[in-house]
């Protein structure tokens, strides 16, 4: 009988503590499935199904095994390369007069998207009248990063009027 002819099914890159979803297509007859993930000259056993599941944390190089009901093998290796995430910078003030209006700088990734207003602008200008948080997401290479930050208010001074002599008009 013929070596199991299977493939590998699954993206070749992604984002940084992303779960992969590979899975082996074809393959009669198949008895055994090993994935081995391979680092430097250590080897280790990540699965023995039909799909695997591993959290992205560095570029893999993955090693899979299998064997049908005639004890015929095939081996494939499949590479997986870890996209980062996109670090942001916000700059905003942590608090402002009632009615003042904040600007808000974010930096760091390539488009932008804020949870309360339908801009993708990286630079808006906010009425602050409240605390108010803000979410806003960061995306580069399809790899998003959130980031939420406050803005508080800023005590209003305490003004008292005396006068040494009375009022006359």
């Known amino acids: 009988e013929n070596n199991p002819n299977f493939e590998i099914l699954g993206e070749k890159s992604y984002c940084d503590g992303a779960t992969a979803n590979l899975s082996i297509a074809g393959g009669n007859n198949i008895k055994s499935?090993?994935?081995y993930d391979i680092v430097g000259t250590?080897?280790?056993l990540i699965g023995n199904t039909n799909t695997i599941k591993p959290t992205i944390t560095r570029n893999?190089?993955?090693f899979i095994k299998v064997t049908n009901t005639s004890d015929c093998k095939a081996?494939?290796?499949f590479n997986i390369t870890k996209k980062d995430n996109p670090t942001l910078n916000i700059n905003a003030p942590e608090k402002v007069c009632i009615g003042s209006?904040?600007?808000i700088i974010v930096s760091g990734a390539n488009?932008?998207?804020w949870d309360h207003i339908s801009t993708s602008?990286?630079?808006i200008n906010e009425e602050i009248n409240t605390e108010r948080t803000f979410t806003v997401h960061g995306t580069t290479n399809n790899c998003t990063t959130d980031s939420t930050f406050t803005i508080g208010i800023n005590n209003l001074p305490n003004v008292s009027i005396s006068a040494d002599k009375p009022?006359?008009?």
């Open 60 to 62: 893999m190089h993955i």
């Open 121 to 123: 602008s990286s630079n």
């Open 33 to 35: 499935i090993e994935w």
């Open 167 to 169: 009022i006359t008009t």
């Open 42 to 44: 250590d080897t280790t």
């Open 111 to 113: 488009s932008w998207r």
């Open 101 to 103: 209006i904040a600007n």
């Open 75 to 77: 081996e494939k290796n």
